[in-house]
């Protein structure tokens, strides 16, 4: 399994743990929700359906409304196929979401994973927010050693344009930082005996975003960030 394919298969198990949904409902979510999913095709996600399928995470139903059943069938074409999680394939993502290694670092990987973030204990969230820093730290310091070799020889907009790449990078270290602090002030606070109560999400964890207004978040998946 590519990388690619590893990254849809997991955001289409996470959209359909919150519900049901067919075809053209998955393909409009992973590319209003999931902007890295923007150029992915029909020609992509069916061959994924197929295989989550015949894994046994996914089922195939017949759309619920029998007026569209029937609608189809005097128009001579196939009823809409919903797809919905297993047991298996709810367990399976559930495993997804517990791995923190450098894969959910990247940069595809770690929007797609940000995204289901909601569903993931903090733990886990943790470790993921902190690869992901430790790795644009790197990603930094080479583009500062970079720019310091060559900044005699580039020319003025070539060398605004590795500027803007470097202000990127370090633009989301600062997100990211700001993301870490607050995961361990929800934890400190709930451990507190004072403890305010904080906002919860899914897996039954507090803490998450930080709410101060005003704040603009970068897109991980930006490409001036790779």
């Known amino acids: 399994m590519s990388r690619r394919s590893g990254i849809l298969e997991f955001a289409v198990l996470g959209l359909l743990r919150e519900a049901p949904m067919h075809g053209y409902e998955l393909r409009k979510r992973l590319n209003t929700s999931l902007g890295v999913f923007r150029a992915f095709s029909y020609g992509t996600l069916y061959p994924c359906l197929k295989t989550l399928v015949a894994n046994?995470?996914?089922i195939e139903e017949p759309g619920s409304a029998p007026e569209e059943a029937l609608a189809?069938?005097?128009?001579?074409?196939?009823?809409?196929?919903?797809?919905?999680?297993t047991p298996a394939g709810k367990e399976h993502f559930e495993e997804l979401l517990s791995h923190t290694g450098p894969d959910a670092w990247e940069d595809e990987h770690f929007a797609a994973r940000f995204a289901f973030f909601g569903q993931t204990e903090r733990e886990v969230r943790m470790r993921v927010l902190?690869?992901?820093r430790s790795r644009l730290e790197?990603?930094?310091?080479?583009?500062r050693a970079s720019l310091a070799r060559t900044r005699e020889r580039l020319d003025d907009y070539t060398?605004?344009?590795?500027?803007?790449g470097m202000e990127s990078v370090e633009r989301e270290?600062?997100?990211?930082?700001?993301?870490?602090e607050s995961e361990r002030a929800g934890r400190d606070q709930r451990s507190g005996p004072d403890a305010p109560a904080l906002h919860d999400n899914d897996s039954g964890e507090t803490g998450g975003l930080p709410r101060h207004g005003g704040s603009t978040?970068?897109?991980?998946?930006?490409?001036t960030a790779k």
């Not at 270290?173 to 870490?180: A, K, Y």
């Open 138 to 143: 790197e990603r930094l310091e080479k583009m």
């Open 217 to 223: 978040r970068p897109d991980p998946s930006d490409d």
């Open 159 to 164: 060398l605004e344009l590795q500027r803007h």
């Open 72 to 85: 189809a069938s005097l128009a001579g074409r196939r009823a809409k196929i919903v797809y919905r999680l």
């Open 173 to 180: 270290v600062r997100w990211l930082n700001e993301l870490i």
């Open 130 to 132: 902190e690869g992901r």
């Open 56 to 58: 046994g995470w996914l």
